[in-house]
């Protein structure tokens, strides 16, 4: 019996256990009583900053492989000893209250945990033994990988003269498939597409632990679901034509970054702040389209903070972590400059030489196409057409719209922001496909349902914001004779 699958499968729960105990070390630097929010993002600040640490051994010529890849992470355990005990008892404790409230769980909530949990087992499978076909992910992403991993530094020079392979995209995502290789000791296309998963597991503890507290438990979780089971996400994770694509990857940096820069506004901590920054920068770093998220996110930060007050005197105790922040968007002007200095930028994605009255017409066939994709029931797949659904994108837009209305029924005192964030991205989108000088409808073929992708994680978090001061509202004003409480 071949035992291949289960143990990649075993491989990946441990990369995902290894870069959660890296984040945790890294987070309780800045913050020895992080928000629940924070450490369930955890896994994802440590796959980041072992990619990132790849990147900076190629830049000092360190050899990669496993001792010099963990030896940082146990030095630094080692000096902060004093505090491991506490960690393993917060662990501990984490891990005893979940196992208490699953006995608890009222009928429909547990089947909802159950179904979600089998969704995301599935993926896990697919993603693991599966074949890679997507071109993306051959040509670009897991072959930077290889290249990386193969010299052990983030150079582009060998393939300079290959403009096919869009080389001005940014390395994150490569760079944490690298540090799975580099762990393994090997390069394996078929492995290194389901470090995705750690998407899945921190995307779907982030939107439970938040809209928990935001919400309330029932609605936690069948958001949380919903965020999980959406079948636009099938060619990322199940059906294949999209694994090992950086747009499901981005789509949960940009619902993180909203997250937290959500938190900071309701609670005022400032590594919720910090947080929406360096989730925002790790999404410039793993693709284009997350340069306007940094852009936008920092601005209506400056923004918040400037009408709060919290910019013009900063707290002592806060500087360290202003700092931090500032170190986060460091490695992407790093990478812009090198893409610059080294000649690797693809021809300019929009040009203003479109003709005015062509305008109208263009909007119109961008519009009526995202609008159609619901009745394009194939997609490619290694075995030919095979069917897929996106009518996930006429409720996610009734989605944004009613989350509109309902801000304004709250008069935009909360989550304003937010949904601003999400408008501009998506705008910004519009903008880039409206002045593209390249043929529209191939970009609309090739582009729309994986800019979607990238938007959806974020729209649903904002359902979830928009509704939490009527959530609120109705917990403060309590059962009444006429309105009984539930399960009562």
């Known amino acids: 019996?071949?035992?291949?699958?289960?143990?990649?499968?075993?491989?990946?729960?441990?990369?995902?256990?290894?870069?959660?105990?890296?984040?945790?070390?890294?987070?309780?630097?800045?913050?020895?009583?992080?928000?629940?929010?924070?450490?369930?993002?955890?896994?994802?600040?440590?796959?980041?900053?072992?990619?990132?640490?790849?990147?900076?051994?190629?830049?000092?010529?360190?050899?990669?492989?496993?001792?010099?890849?963990?030896?940082?992470?146990?030095?630094?355990?080692?000096?902060?000893?004093?505090?491991?005990p506490t960690l393993v008892r917060q662990e501990r404790q984490r891990f005893a209250g979940l196992a208490r409230m699953l006995?608890?769980?009222?009928?429909?909530?547990?089947?909802?945990?159950?179904?979600?949990?089998?969704?995301?087992?599935?993926?896990?499978?697919?993603?693991?033994?599966?074949?890679?076909?997507?071109?993306?992910?051959?040509?670009?992403?897991?072959?930077?990988?290889?290249?990386?991993?193969?010299?052990?530094?983030?150079?582009?020079?060998?393939?300079?003269?290959?403009?096919?392979?869009?080389?001005?995209?940014?390395?994150?995502?490569?760079?944490?498939?690298?540090?799975?290789?580099?762990?393994?000791?090997?390069?394996?296309?078929?492995?290194?597409?389901?470090?995705?998963?750690?998407?899945?597991?921190?995307?779907?503890?982030?939107?439970?632990t938040a809209l928990g507290r935001w919400l309330d438990r029932p609605l936690a979780i069948t958001f949380t679901f919903v965020l999980v089971a959406m079948p636009m996400f099938a060619p990322a994770l199940l059906t294949g034509p999209y694994f090992g694509y950086a747009d499901y990857p981005l789509g949960i940096f940009m619902m993180l970054s909203l997250l937290f820069f959500f938190e900071g506004q309701t609670t005022r901590r400032a590594t919720s702040y910090l947080f929406a920054v360096v989730f925002a920068a790790l999404a410039a770093l793993t693709k284009n389209e997350g340069l306007p998220l940094l852009a936008i996110v920092l601005v209506l930060l400056a923004i918040h903070l400037g009408v709060t007050g919290q910019l013009r005197s900063?707290?002592?105790?806060?500087?360290?972590?202003?700092?931090?922040?500032?170190?986060?968007?460091?490695?992407?002007?790093?990478?812009?400059?090198?893409?610059?200095?080294?000649?690797?930028?693809?021809?300019?994605?929009?040009?203003?030489?479109?003709?005015?009255?062509?305008?109208?017409?263009?909007?119109?066939?961008?519009?009526?196409?995202?609008?159609?994709?619901?009745?394009?029931?194939?997609i490619g797949s290694v075995d030919g057409d095979r069917p897929i659904s996106y009518v996930d994108i006429q409720w996610l837009g009734l989605s944004f719209l009613l989350s509109g209305l309902l801000l304004a029924v709250n008069r935009f005192r909360t989550g304003s922001l937010v949904y601003t964030a999400i408008a501009l991205q998506a705008a910004g989108y519009f903008l880039v496909l409206l002045f593209t000088?390249?043929?529209?409808?191939?970009?609309?073929?090739t582009a729309a349902s994986r800019l979607l992708i990238q938007l959806a994680p974020s729209v649903v978090l904002m359902l979830g914001i928009a509704l939490s001061p009527l959530r609120a509202a109705y917990r403060a004003e309590g059962p009444s004779p006429e309105r009984p409480a539930r399960g009562v």
């Open 314 to 378: 900063p707290q002592r105790r806060h500087w360290p972590i202003l700092t931090v922040g500032v170190l986060a968007i460091i490695p992407v002007i790093a990478w812009r400059l090198y893409v610059s200095l080294a000649g690797l930028e693809i021809s300019p994605q929009v040009s203003f030489a479109q003709p005015l009255s062509q305008l109208p017409a263009r909007a119109s066939t961008i519009v009526r196409f995202v609008l159609g994709l619901p009745r394009i029931m194939t």
């Open 1 to 84: 019996m071949d035992f291949t699958v289960s143990l990649w499968i075993l491989i990946i729960f441990l990369y995902v256990a290894l870069c959660y105990a890296v984040g945790r070390l890294a987070v309780d630097l800045l913050d020895p009583e992080p928000a629940p929010t924070i450490v369930a993002g955890a896994a994802l600040v440590g796959a980041a900053l072992l990619g990132l640490q790849l990147w900076l051994y190629g830049l000092v010529r360190i050899p990669w492989n496993q001792l010099t890849l963990l030896i940082p992470w146990l030095a630094i355990g080692a000096v902060r000893r004093d505090r491991l």
């Open 103 to 208: 006995p608890r769980l009222s009928g429909l909530e547990a089947v909802l945990v159950a179904a979600g949990t089998m969704v995301v087992l599935a993926y896990l499978l697919s993603l693991v033994a599966k074949p890679l076909f997507g071109f993306d992910a051959i040509a670009l992403w897991l072959f930077k990988a290889k290249l990386y991993y193969g010299q052990q530094s983030v150079s582009l020079q060998a393939v300079s003269h290959d403009v096919g392979r869009n080389l001005d995209y940014p390395p994150l995502l490569s760079l944490m498939v690298a540090s799975l290789y580099t762990l393994i000791g090997q390069a394996n296309d078929l492995l290194g597409k389901a470090v995705t998963f750690i998407f899945v597991l921190v995307g779907a503890a982030a939107s439970l």
């Open 437 to 445: 000088p390249l043929d529209l409808l191939f970009q609309l073929s």
